[in-house]
Each structure stands twice: as structure tokens, then as C-alpha cells.
């Protein structure tokens, strides 16, 4: 019967250990099976190993021997020769009378008045997971060799359920780390900054070494192959803020080329657990103090060979542990975020580099904006299809367009004259056609403002080159108004030249002829009384052509005049007084207004008052019927006086007024076109201006304005 339930309770110990990965259950049912297999011993323990090489109590029965809880008690092999000899030996040993062997601890052996002690190693292929004890109070136990074997089994039923649980937790273990960094792994890849890759390492490696004092220091990013570091980021779950941490590191000036723990772990790229940095001389003690720190784990994040920096993970305030376990995982929680660090730092360093490439663009677009509107040439860009890409300000304002409406617009914009589009669209074309042609074409053209109104410009068409063909091309063209009126000047110029020498010419060939037949109708109308009012019409009409002659000679060569100071009122009442009979035959009434301040100046009287007189005159004559002119001077600023004559004549059109001044052009009947040249003439040599204007209530009004100067000016 005994048999029979000794094989009983072994085989409901084989499917408990089968079925159970409780190890604290397993092995209380191999306690309770033993002390129902010995009945003579009063305590079994099971005692498993410790870091410090000692055994602690686990399970036992009882659970409570003379007031003291298994789990309270220690074997020691350095003090216990019968634990010493289980360990090396792997064999039970049973001590029958505790007396007569000096092995075991007396302490125990007294207090537990063991008088008989059986002990067994707990050992599975040459493995010692633990050690069972087996005693009596008092007396012995006289333990038969059938019951010793029976023991030993469930001892190794023990190892068995110990390795199998071990095993089961490795196996739990590795899936937990292989999870967490499966985990870290997905996080990390989900991370486009540096910040977030540094703080989802924290976390991991703050979880694994149940630590969250963790900061990082970094190579500096513009030089990853140098030597430059710098305290980058720190956990905010730390004890210390990442402004106070940056602070201090920046107070103690830490040098990391001269710190010997930093330096081992960046040469050797392997990590380093100090664990009392008082009793190791590598860290830097000052640093250490300084942040309270008593232990420190530094590890090198390290990716295809280079070191971007390290993870110190430290503990304040009281020394730290860790597994080795644990420390391989922190590990490998820092190698998969130095991958993932270093495609972040390169990325951001490429981005770092097309940010100032692109800032650079920048200016350089800005510079050639600037340029471009700076530029006082009208200046725009035609695509392929004709659209203008590009426009300057210049252009703009010369073509009555604000630069918006341009962009996009149809370079024919520009060109709605009558047949003009062509011109320059065959050009454009046959230039597209050459396609490689990188010669510029310039020529002379009419552009259309948006009021249509034509502006001579001469323009440049250049193609735009792009590996070797065309593109586009650049329109730069200038507004040459002023060299038109300019050319058109010399023109007037040349004219009035030809016409001088040809005056000159005249005028000698008349004059001397004329002045003997003068001299005879003088001495006929002497002795020929009777046909005196005859010879008077004659006379007349010589002198009128004397007087034609004279303006001739005035054009062909102009007298030399001596400017002088003179007040210019004077020289207006003169020629008012000289003019006011013709005014009252035709009864026009001449009014002056004129304030007494206008200063003297530098002028040639004569010239003056031959200039107001012709201005004058053909006032006069273009009131048929009467009328008042007006004379009205005043000062301009200080170095400019206006005379304005504003007279109640039939007025002169548009076209009109842009010729007067021209040779030989008159809007009378019996006029040569002389006096009003000779006078634009006048004023012209004074530098002073003149503007005729014919107002829509009828009339003209002559502006003559002349500058105020002296003989040194």
C-alpha cells in the first residue's frame, strides 16, 4: 500500500509539473509530498540561490519554525561547510547524528535542535537550482535508504519543475523583449524629428532599467565626424529640468575630450555601468557632485560605425543595480534609435543644407528683383507660346500698366498698331525657329500703351538658352521719346541753317537793289508832286520788305547781344506804350498786372522787347473784333518769372500750336512764319521756356517764363 501511494503521489507530481508554471506551487507540492513520504521528519525547506551566493528559504512545511518564517532564513556556504559541500559535491548528504559532525552551521543546529539533518542540491545537468533540508526537533531520523531514494526523486522533480519554469520565463522574457523592441522599432519609424526619437528612447529605456534620469549628448550635427559634443536633451521625467541640466553643464565648462568614462565609451563603443563613482576614478567626480549622482550607465549610440553620441542613464541621490539582462536591452533599445537617429540628423542636416541653398535662391531672386526693378529699362520675358512670363516695374509705368496685368498677357499686348504685331511676331518666330541662335536682335519700333497711345522704343529681343535650346527670350527696351524730339530739334535746326544761308543770300541780293530804287522814287516823288500818294504806297511797300529782309538777316546770323541787369517791368511798359495806338485802332484795351518785387535781370533789353512785341502783335491781330489782353507777371519761386499774355482771339487748335515756331508757318494770311520763330529764338537764348495754350472758352494764352540770373550764374 505504501508503494502504491508513493506512485501515486509521483504521478500526480509529473502532471503537476507538466501543467504548472507556478514555481511557488510546484514546489510546495514537493514539500508537502515529501513530508507525507518521511513521517518522521517535522521540516523540509527548499531554499533557492541568491546574487550574493547564499540561499534563502521558499517553501517549506511548516512555514513557521520556532516564530521565524522560512523566508527569513539564510544559509551561507561561507559559513556552513555542509551547504559548501552540497554545492561542489551535487550529492545529498545525510548527517544521522548532528553531534558527531562538525559541517553544519551550530547557530541553526542549536536553535532548531536538530539532531539528524538530511540536505540535497537541487541539479539538472550539472545546474544547481537550489538546496532541500530535512530535520527532526530533538530526535533523530533514522532515514532508511528506500526513503532516502524517495526523496532524492522529488528532488529531482524539483529541478525539473525549476529548469522547466526557468525556461518558461526565459522563453516569456525574450518574447517581452522582443516585443518591447518590435514596439520601439514601430514608434521610431513613425518619428520625423530628433525630439521625438529622443523621447521615445527615453521612455523605453526609462521602462526597461526602471530608471528615469536619462539625457543625451550629441555630436554636433554640422560635424559628424569631429569631436564635438554638446548636452543635447534631457528626460522630462528626470529629476532634473532639461534648462536647469543645459545650465549647469554649461557652469562646470565640461571638457569631453578630458573625460576618461565618455572617451572609453566613444572609443570602445561599448556601454559602461559604474556603479559607485566615488570608487571609479574615469567619471568626472566635479560633474558628479555637482548633479548628485552616485551611479552611472553610459551607452554609445552608435550607427554604421559612428558614434552620434551617448545615453548617460544615472541615478541620484543612492547607488543603483541593474541585471545584465536588463542592461543588453536598454542596449539594444539605443542601437535601433541610433539607426533611426541618424536618418533623422542626416535628413535634417539635408534639409539644413537645402535650406540655405534655398535661402541663398532666395537672395539671389531678391538681388535680381532688385536689379530688375532698380533697372530704369523697361525689361520683360516672353515664353514660347508669346505669354510674358516676367515684367519690371519700368516696363509697367512706360506701357500705362500695373505689372500684374502683364503676367500672362500676350507679348501683341503691347503691339495693337495697325500691321506692327507682325513684325515683331515673324521676328520672335524665325528667332524660336533657329532654336540654339543665342545672338540678341535690337532694332527701332512703336509699343502701344494700354490708353493707345504709340511710344517710339528701340528694344533688344534675346533668346533665352537652356542646354542648348531656346526657351523663351528677354524683351529690354527704353523709351526714346526724347531722342526723337531731340533728332527732330537738329532737324529743326538744320533746317533753320539752310534756311539762314539761304536768307542770308536773299536778303544781300534784295537789298542793295532795293535801296537804289528807293533812292530814286525819293527824287522822282520830289519833282512829282502830283502822284505824291503813289510814291507813298511804293515807299511803304519797300519798307515792308526791307523790314522781311531784316528778320531775314535775323535768322541767317543773329546780332550779338550784351546781356545786362535790367528790370523787366520797364521793359513791359515800353512795349505796351509802343503798341498801345495799334491796340486803340482796333480797339483792344491792353491791362497789365504785375506785383513790384520782380528783381533785376540779366537780359538782352532789345531782344526782349522785339520777342514781346511779336507776342503782342499777333495777339492783337487775331482780335478782329476787339477785346482786352491781359498781361500778368509774377515770380514762379525765386529764380523764375512768368509773363503770361491771355488775349479774347479766335483761339488756335491743337495741331496748330504744336508748329508755331516753325519756319515759314503762320496762321495769317499775309505772314511769313518769322516773328514767332525769331521770338521762341529770343526767350530760347534767355534759357527760358515758352507755352501757348488755347483754352475751350476761346482765346490763347502765351506763357513766356525766364529765369532770374546774374552775370556770374
Given at each position: 500500500?505504501?508503494?502504491?501511494?508513493?506512485?501515486?503521489?509521483?504521478?500526480?507530481?509529473?502532471?503537476?509539473?507538466?501543467?504548472?508554471?507556478?514555481?511557488?506551487?510546484?514546489?510546495?507540492?514537493?514539500?508537502?509530498?515529501?513530508?507525507?513520504?518521511?513521517?518522521?521528519?517535522?521540516?523540509?525547506?527548499?531554499?533557492?540561490?541568491?546574487?550574493?551566493?547564499?540561499?534563502?528559504?521558499?517553501?517549506?512545511?511548516?512555514?513557521?519554525?520556532?516564530?521565524?518564517?522560512?523566508?527569513?532564513?539564510?544559509?551561507?556556504?561561507?559559513?556552513?561547510?555542509?551547504?559548501?559541500?552540497?554545492?561542489?559535491?551535487?550529492?545529498?548528504?545525510?548527517?544521522?547524528?548532528?553531534?558527531?559532525?562538525?559541517?553544519?552551521?551550530?547557530?541553526?543546529?542549536?536553535?532548531?535542535?536538530?539532531?539528524?539533518?538530511?540536505?540535497?542540491?537541487?541539479?539538472?545537468?550539472?545546474?544547481?537550482?537550489?538546496?532541500?533540508?530535512?530535520?527532526?526537533?530533538?530526535?533523530?531520523?533514522?532515514?532508511?535508504?528506500?526513503?532516502?531514494?524517495?526523496?532524492?526523486?522529488?528532488?529531482?522533480m524539483a529541478a525539473v519543475a525549476i529548469r522547466n519554469c526557468k525556461q518558461f520565463n526565459h522563453i516569456q522574457t525574450l518574447l517581452a523583449e522582443k516585443q518591447l523592441l518590435l514596439d520601439v522599432t514601430r514608434e521610431l519609424a513613425h518619428c520625423s524629428t530628433t525630439e521625438q526619437i529622443l523621447s521615445t528612447c527615453f521612455r523605453y529605456v526609462g521602462q526597461v532599467l526602471n530608471n528615469r534620469n536619462i539625457g543625451v549628448h550629441l555630436c554636433d550635427i554640422t560635424a559628424l565626424n569631429g569631436t564635438r559634443f554638446r548636452p543635447a536633451k534631457m528626460s522630462k521625467q528626470s529629476d532634473w529640468t532639461e534648462e536647469d541640466w543645459k545650465k549647469t553643464h554649461s557652469e562646470i565648462k565640461l571638457d569631453y575630450n578630458r573625460d576618461l568614462l565618455f572617451q572609453e565609451v566613444i572609443q570602445k563603443k561599448k556601454a559602461i555601468f559604474v556603479q559607485d563613482v566615488d570608487q571609479d576614478h574615469r567619471p568626472n567626480h566635479t560633474a558628479c557632485h555637482k548633479f548628485g549622482i552616485k551611479s552611472i550607465f553610459m551607452l554609445p549610440l552608435v550607427a554604421m560605425g559612428q558614434v552620434l553620441g551617448t545615453i548617460p542613464v544615472v541615478s541620484?541621490?543612492?547607488?543603483?543595480?541593474?541585471?545584465?539582462?536588463?542592461?543588453?536591452?536598454?542596449?539594444?533599445?539605443?542601437?535601433?534609435?541610433?539607426?533611426?537617429?541618424?536618418?533623422?540628423?542626416?535628413?535634417?542636416?539635408?534639409?539644413?543644407?537645402?535650406?540655405?541653398?534655398?535661402?541663398?535662391?532666395?537672395?539671389?531672386?531678391?538681388?535680381?528683383?532688385?536689379?530688375?526693378?532698380?533697372?530704369?529699362?523697361?525689361?520683360?520675358?516672353?515664353?514660347?507660346?508669346?505669354?510674358?512670363?516676367?515684367?519690371?516695374?519700368?516696363?509697367?509705368?512706360?506701357?500705362?500698366?500695373?505689372?500684374?496685368?502683364?503676367?500672362?498677357?500676350?507679348?501683341?499686348?503691347?503691339?495693337?498698331?495697325?500691321?506692327?504685331?507682325?513684325?515683331?511676331?515673324?521676328?520672335?518666330?524665325?528667332?524660336?525657329?533657329?532654336?540654339?541662335?543665342?545672338?540678341?536682335?535690337?532694332?527701332?519700333?512703336?509699343?502701344?500703351?494700354?490708353?493707345?497711345?504709340?511710344?517710339?522704343?528701340?528694344?533688344?529681343?534675346?533668346?533665352?538658352?537652356?542646354?542648348?535650346?531656346?526657351?523663351?527670350?528677354?524683351?529690354?527696351?527704353?523709351?526714346?521719346?526724347?531722342?526723337?524730339?531731340?533728332?527732330?530739334?537738329?532737324?529743326?535746326?538744320?533746317?533753320?541753317?539752310?534756311?539762314?544761308?539761304?536768307?542770308?543770300?536773299?536778303?544781300?541780293?534784295?537789298?542793295?537793289?532795293?535801296?537804289?530804287?528807293?533812292?530814286?522814287?525819293?527824287?522822282?516823288?520830289?519833282?512829282?508832286?502830283?502822284?505824291?500818294?503813289?510814291?507813298?504806297?511804293?515807299?511803304?511797300?519797300?519798307?515792308?520788305?526791307?523790314?522781311?529782309?531784316?528778320?531775314?538777316?535775323?535768322?541767317?546770323?543773329?546780332?550779338?547781344?550784351?546781356?545786362?541787369?535790367?528790370?523787366?517791368?520797364?521793359?513791359?511798359?515800353?512795349?505796351?506804350?509802343?503798341?498801345?495806338?495799334?491796340?486803340?485802332?482796333?480797339?483792344?484795351?491792353?491791362?497789365?498786372?504785375?506785383?513790384?518785387?520782380?528783381?533785376?535781370?540779366?537780359?538782352?533789353?532789345?531782344?526782349?522787347?522785339?520777342?514781346?512785341?511779336?507776342?503782342?502783335?499777333?495777339?492783337?491781330?487775331?482780335?478782329?473784333?476787339?477785346?482786352?489782353?491781359?498781361?500778368?507777371?509774377?515770380?514762379?519761386?525765386?529764380?523764375?518769372?512768368?509773363?503770361?499774355?491771355?488775349?479774347?482771339?479766335?483761339?488756335?487748335?491743337?495741331?496748330?500750336?504744336?508748329?508755331?515756331?516753325?519756319?515759314?508757318?503762320?496762321?495769317?494770311?499775309?505772314?511769313?512764319?518769322?516773328?514767332?520763330?525769331?521770338?521762341?529764338?529770343?526767350?530760347?537764348?534767355?534759357?527760358?521756356?515758352?507755352?501757348?495754350?488755347?483754352?475751350?472758352?476761346?482765346?490763347?494764352?502765351?506763357?513766356?517764363?525766364?529765369?532770374?540770373?546774374?552775370?556770374?550764374?
Amino acid at each position: 500500500m505504501l508503494d502504491q501511494a508513493r506512485y501515486v503521489r509521483l504521478a500526480e507530481m509529473c502532471q503537476l509539473i507538466n501543467s504548472n508554471r507556478d514555481l511557488r506551487s510546484v514546489l510546495d507540492a514537493v514539500a508537502t509530498a515529501i513530508s507525507a513520504e518521511v513521517a518522521r521528519c517535522n521540516s523540509v525547506g527548499i531554499y533557492l540561490p541568491q546574487e550574493d551566493g547564499g540561499f534563502r528559504g521558499y517553501v517549506g512545511k511548516p512555514n513557521h519554525i520556532n516564530g521565524v518564517t522560512l523566508d527569513e532564513l539564510l544559509v551561507d556556504p561561507s559559513t556552513d561547510q555542509l551547504v559548501s559541500d552540497l554545492i561542489h559535491s551535487r550529492k545529498s548528504i545525510y548527517i544521522p547524528d548532528t553531534s558527531v559532525d562538525g559541517r553544519p552551521d551550530p547557530r541553526p543546529i542549536e536553535m532548531f535542535q536538530i539532531k539528524s539533518l538530511f540536505g540535497l542540491p537541487i541539479t539538472y545537468e550539472n545546474d544547481l537550482y537550489g538546496l532541500v533540508f530535512l530535520f527532526n526537533y530533538g530526535v533523530e531520523m533514522n532515514l532508511t535508504p528506500e526513503e532516502m531514494q524517495s526523496i532524492e526523486a522529488y528532488v529531482n522533480m524539483a529541478a525539473v519543475a525549476i529548469r522547466n519554469c526557468k525556461q518558461f520565463n526565459h522563453i516569456q522574457t525574450l518574447l517581452a523583449e522582443k516585443q518591447l523592441l518590435l514596439d520601439v522599432t514601430r514608434e521610431l519609424a513613425h518619428c520625423s524629428t530628433t525630439e521625438q526619437i529622443l523621447s521615445t528612447c527615453f521612455r523605453y529605456v526609462g521602462q526597461v532599467l526602471n530608471n528615469r534620469n536619462i539625457g543625451v549628448h550629441l555630436c554636433d550635427i554640422t560635424a559628424l565626424n569631429g569631436t564635438r559634443f554638446r548636452p543635447a536633451k534631457m528626460s522630462k521625467q528626470s529629476d532634473w529640468t532639461e534648462e536647469d541640466w543645459k545650465k549647469t553643464h554649461s557652469e562646470i565648462k565640461l571638457d569631453y575630450n578630458r573625460d576618461l568614462l565618455f572617451q572609453e565609451v566613444i572609443q570602445k563603443k561599448k556601454a559602461i555601468f559604474v556603479q559607485d563613482v566615488d570608487q571609479d576614478h574615469r567619471p568626472n567626480h566635479t560633474a558628479c557632485h555637482k548633479f548628485g549622482i552616485k551611479s552611472i550607465f553610459m551607452l554609445p549610440l552608435v550607427a554604421m560605425g559612428q558614434v552620434l553620441g551617448t545615453i548617460p542613464v544615472v541615478s541620484l541621490g543612492e547607488i543603483g543595480s541593474y541585471t545584465e539582462v536588463e542592461m543588453m536591452l536598454a542596449q539594444s533599445v539605443v542601437d535601433v534609435t541610433a539607426t533611426a537617429l541618424s536618418n533623422v540628423i542626416r535628413m535634417e542636416y539635408l534639409e539644413c543644407i537645402v535650406a540655405e541653398r534655398t535661402s541663398e535662391l532666395e537672395e539671389k531672386t531678391k538681388l535680381f528683383q532688385l536689379i530688375l526693378n532698380s533697372a530704369g529699362e523697361g525689361i520683360y520675358g516672353l515664353n514660347l507660346k508669346g505669354r510674358i512670363t516676367f515684367c519690371n516695374p519700368s516696363a509697367a509705368e512706360m506701357l500705362g500698366y500695373e505689372v500684374s496685368e502683364l503676367i500672362g498677357a500676350s507679348y501683341t499686348t503691347i503691339l495693337t498698331g495697325p500691321n506692327d504685331g507682325e513684325v515683331l511676331k515673324n521676328h520672335f518666330l524665325t528667332l524660336l525657329e533657329q532654336n540654339g541662335c543665342q545672338q540678341a536682335s535690337s532694332c527701332d519700333y512703336n509699343f502701344y500703351r494700354k490708353d493707345g497711345k504709340s511710344i517710339p522704343v528701340e528694344y533688344v529681343l534675346t533668346p533665352i538658352q537652356e542646354e542648348g535650346r531656346t526657351t523663351g527670350a528677354v524683351v529690354t527696351f527704353k523709351d526714346i521719346t526724347d531722342r526723337k524730339n531731340t533728332e527732330e530739334i537738329i532737324r529743326k535746326a538744320d533746317k533753320l541753317s539752310v534756311i539762314g544761308e539761304l536768307a542770308a543770300g536773299v536778303a544781300h541780293e534784295i537789298r542793295n537793289p532795293l535801296t537804289t530804287i528807293r533812292g530814286f522814287i525819293q527824287l522822282l516823288q520830289s519833282r512829282a508832286k502830283q502822284d505824291s500818294a503813289n510814291f507813298g504806297i511804293m515807299l511803304d511797300e519797300l519798307d515792308r520788305i526791307n523790314f522781311i529782309i531784316s528778320e531775314l538777316l535775323f535768322v541767317a546770323k543773329p546780332e550779338d547781344v550784351i546781356f545786362k541787369n535790367k528790370e523787366l517791368l520797364p521793359i513791359l511798359n515800353n512795349v505796351i506804350l509802343l503798341l498801345q495806338a495799334q491796340a486803340t485802332m482796333n480797339n483792344v484795351q491792353l491791362i497789365i498786372e504785375y506785383v513790384t518785387d520782380i528783381p533785376e535781370m540779366l537780359c538782352g533789353e532789345n531782344q526782349l522787347k522785339q520777342a514781346f512785341i511779336n507776342i503782342l502783335k499777333n495777339a492783337i491781330e487775331s482780335m478782329e473784333h476787339g477785346g482786352t489782353i491781359r498781361i500778368r507777371v509774377q515770380m514762379d519761386d525765386d529764380k523764375h518769372v512768368s509773363i503770361e499774355f491771355a488775349d479774347q482771339g479766335i483761339g488756335i487748335s491743337a495741331e496748330r500750336i504744336k508748329k508755331l515756331g516753325e519756319p515759314f508757318y503762320t496762321t495769317k494770311e499775309k505772314g511769313f512764319g518769322l516773328g514767332l520763330m525769331i521770338t521762341f529764338q529770343i526767350v530760347k537764348r534767355h534759357q527760358g521756356t515758352i507755352r501757348i495754350a488755347s483754352p475751350e472758352n476761346g482765346g490763347t494764352l502765351v506763357t513766356v517764363t525766364l529765369p532770374i540770373l546774374t552775370h556770374e550764374e
